[in-house]
């Protein structure tokens, strides 16, 4: 009898896709790890194939060589990781567990083979006058990348630093799926979505639900129970100060800030503790302001006599005093913010800038039907790459907002990007309306987008977003400025039902109010980023309670009681849930001063002025990290940046 073909795995296939965009509606769950498994095969067949090469080490035969392995790995990570953050399946979350630790160990494999690394360091040594300043940024990149995974270690040394990778790789997975669940579980017992807090917080007008609703969502990751992440932040902690260690460094701050732009903890510490003395000089102004509304409540017997403002006042009371004194109802500014006509005028915002277009394209795989793909292109028509948007909510995705690559550009190869949201879902009777802080992060998240799209980098080490963390925040940050100009509001900014444009009274309100309540929003930013910090300068954890020494670090950092972090720690997973933001959350206001002072230069060129844009184009969205950051900005703005335009950007100088 005959049997049916056995079906061939997607990711063993070449993609016969539009725009090489991955094939979502064919890929099945288990079509993952066969394919994870044979990518790891293949790169180390590359790997050592670069070893057993009889000829001298080159730049050619053995850095590009490096660059250009893993490619099968890199398709099915890329979509794995990616879709496992929007698109959570507990199918794939199995998925994501099994085939972390051996990434992990396939990555140290080859950051830890002393063959491989006696060839990069012969090219290292050797004269690089041949080589371009790209060609010589990938080689720094691999070359330390050797020596910051242990290669210089002993045998015994290496194989612990492998089992601290691999378990570091299973306790952030554990603790994104942890906060996952308790986000969820926030939603079940409020009656709204994490993405809703804040929008909530300011309008909820019953003391008893607010204060509900903040325990609930300070409190998760922190309840004792099997979805608690307190002593994985522990062991976490545990494991990143015995890897620091390793290295012969104090601490895991000094050791992740030794190649990033900041270079040193001391240097952070001193450029947050000027932005939070600011701030919290701001904050009990607003805390004083606030009061005299809640004292008004006390008077008409809506609030106990005696009270004052706590932090679950905090956001409510601003939003009265906001009201009275800019006559500015977020209600009302939403209807102008649609969120296809604000994501067209995000859009418009880059044709303009830099010369590019996009166009929706139908027909093309993608992982949720709430997604929406559309072709970029250049000036002269040549495909830049696709950009994918995701948007909406919902219980398999996890909070915040994000930009990450399906697939990476590098020579011959053109990107596919996606920006992910959870902004206000549409219903019944309205259309997706979004907030003032939902316009900016779009925004935002679209710079991100521009870094990835517009790169011209030949490697994929080096290409796009491949920067410092102190750095990759610049042309997301940047991006941000131009979302409510009026010049750029008259484009996309008009009313639900009647397509009318926000009236400039209405514009008026929303950049008067711009720097409102700067004390709380900066303040809570910064104390995240302290925070992170306090945790990366721990030379140990013995003895340590995660609430105590929380509550002591906001203490020490002067901040006031009405305020908490943005994040505290069991839920604060750009620190926890991965290592990307570890001793780098600070890189947000680091950026900042950047993004603030490039943005000073388009206010006094002009802020669609095309040589400025394009100098921004060239020198810094092309270059990926093909160049040293500060190199890249100095051929921007012709000038380091002034550390003030921070403070005053945010009005607290």
Known sequence: M????????????????????????????????????????????????????????????????????????????????????????????????????????????IMMNPELFARVKAV???????????????????????????????????????????????????????????????????????????????????RTLREKFFRAYTSRGAHGDSFDNKALVLKTMALRIEKAKLLGYDSPAAFILSDKMAGSPQTVDLFLADIMDAAMRRAKEEVADMQVFMD???????????????????????????????????????????????????????SRLYGIKFEPVSGVPLYNPECEAFKVTDSDGSLIGIIITDYYPRDSKRGGAWMTNFVEQQEGVRPVIVNVGNFNKPTADTPSLLTIDQVETMFHEFGHALHGLLSQCKYKGTSGTSVKRDFVEFPSQVNENWAFEPEVLATYAFHYKTGEVIPEAL????????????????????????????????????????????????????????????????????????????????????????????????????IFDPETAMSLRRNVLEKGGSEEPMTLYRAFRGADPDPAALLRARGLR
């Not at 053995?62 to 990570?77: I, K």
């Not at 794995?80 to 998925?95: G, P, R």
């Not at 906001?322 to 915002?349: C, H, I, P, W």
Request: glycine share 6%; proline share 3%.
């Open 507 to 606: 514009v008026r309100k929303v950049q008067a109010a711009a720097n409102f309540n700067q004390g709380f929003t900066t303040g809570e930013l910064c104390a995240a980023s302290i925070l992170d910090m306090k945790w990366h300068e721990l030379g140990s954890v013995e003895g340590i309670d995660v609430d105590t020494f929380e509550r002591r670090a906001c203490e020490d950092m002067g901040l006031i009681k009405e305020i908490v972090p943005r994040y505290r720690s069991t839920y604060f997973n750009h620190i926890f849930g991965s290592s990307g933001y570890s001793a780098g959350y600070y890189s947000y206001l680091w950026a900042e001063v950047l993004d603030k002072d490039a943005f000073e230069l388009f206010r006094q060129k002009g």
């Open 2 to 109: 005959m049997t049916a073909c056995a079906r061939e795995n997607v990711f063993l296939q070449e993609w016969d896709t539009p725009y090489g965009i991955p094939p979502f509606d064919k890929i099945e769950v288990a079509d993952y790890m066969p394919a994870i498994r044979e990518g790891i095969a293949r790169q180390q067949a590359e790997i050592q194939a670069i070893i057993d090469n009889p000829d001298a080490p080159t730049f050619e035969n053995t850095v590009a060589a490096l660059d250009r392995s893993g490619t099968l790995l890199d398709r099915v990570s890329a979509v794995l990781f990616n879709i496992s953050e929007s698109d959570y399946s507990e199918a794939l979350n199995a998925v994501v567990e099994e085939a972390t630790p051996l990434v992990s160990a396939a990555q140290d494999d």
């Open 124 to 206: 290292y040594e050797a004269p690089q006058d041949g080589l371009s300043r790209e060609e010589q940024m990938l080689l720094k990149k691999f070359y330390e990348g050797f020596i910051r995974n242990g290669i210089g270690l002993d045998e015994a040394s290496r194989q612990r630093m492998r089992e601290i990778n691999t378990e570091l790789a299973g306790l952030a997975l554990s603790f994104g799926n942890n906060l996952l669940a308790q986000s969820n579980a926030f939603k079940e017992e409020c009656g709204f979505s994490v993405a809703s807090y804040y929008d909530k917080m300011a309008s909820e007008p019953d």
């Open 296 to 350: 008004r409540d006390i008077a008409s017997g809506l609030v106990p006599a005696g009270s004052r403002i706590e932090p679950w006042d905090y956001m409510y009371y601003a939003e009265r005093v906001r009201a009275a004194r800019y006559e500015l109802d977020e209600a009302e500014v939403s209807q102008y913010f649609k969120m296809e006509n604000v994501r067209a005028g995000v859009f418009a915002t880059a």
